[in-house]
């Protein structure tokens, strides 16, 4: 009896998601992806821009992609909304696993490696093109964009504040509260410090990164996902 209502409760919770999740991907797939329902998407999150196109690279798996989901103690997940807003190409190599009250960007290009994650509560705004490799674990209420929005000129009237890619290696554990801005990349297998600042090229792998401006205070690790 208990499995049953075990059952009944996952079925009628997918049932409650299955509008945003039709929605999401038959707008942006083909009918033989679209009907495997790769991408999962909550109820919780707001489809507020279905433009641009999502690329999914390697073999198409059922729930691969999962957005607006999990559930993190100090956030009140049920009351949480996250939003997508995609004007430009999302590109997903594996699958990820995007967070509830997570906000989602475009207008350029975003790449997303596999097997990727956000716990909850942060935001990519991509306006010109930001690149996460494999295994990437994002903690919650992060930032990262690689554009300053406004444009900023010179006194011959030349703009000084062009977008810049942002590149975050493979096996990066970025942690809460971090902020990452335009020109930030960092190598592989690093730890990025809660409330750390990254806006520059960083090239030293197994390093813990900590600070505003981020910088190396530990090198020599390794971490687990």
């Known amino acids: 009896m208990k499995r049953l209502l075990t059952t009944f409760g996952k079925l009628i919770r997918d049932v409650r998601h299955l509008p945003n999740t039709i929605r999401f991907n038959f707008h942006y797939f083909p009918l033989r992806t679209a009907i495997q329902l790769p991408v999962m998407v909550s109820a919780n999150v707001r489809l507020l821009e279905l433009k641009g196109n999502v690329v999914l690279n390697g073999p198409i798996r059922h729930r691969q992609i999962r957005l607006g989901f999990g559930r993190v103690g100090i956030f009140d997940s049920k009351n949480s909304k996250s ?16 967070g509830h009250g997570s906000k989602i960007c475009v207008k350029g290009n975003l790449r997303i490696g596999n097997n990727f994650t956000i716990t909850a509560e942060s935001q990519i705004v991509c306006f010109h093109e930001i690149e996460f490799g494999d295994d990437c674990l994002l903690s919650w209420e992060i930032l990262v964009m690689d554009t300053d929005f406004h444009k900023v000129y010179n006194g011959n009237g030349r703009q000084i504040n062009k977008d810049r890619k942002v590149t975050i290696g ?27 600042t990254v806006s520059r090229q960083l090239t030293v792998s197994d390093t813990v990164l900590a600070g505003s401006p981020a910088e190396i205070i530990k090198t020599g690790i390794v971490w687990e996902k």
Request: proline fraction near 2%; aromatic fraction near 6%.
């Open 170 to 196: 493979n096996k990066n554990w970025i942690g809460c509260r971090a902020l990452i801005l335009k020109g930030a990349s960092t190598p592989d297998n690093c730890v990025i410090a809660a409330n750390s």
């Open 83 to 98: 939003i997508w807003e995609v004007s430009g190409t999302v590109q997903f190599e594996g699958t990820a696993d995007i």
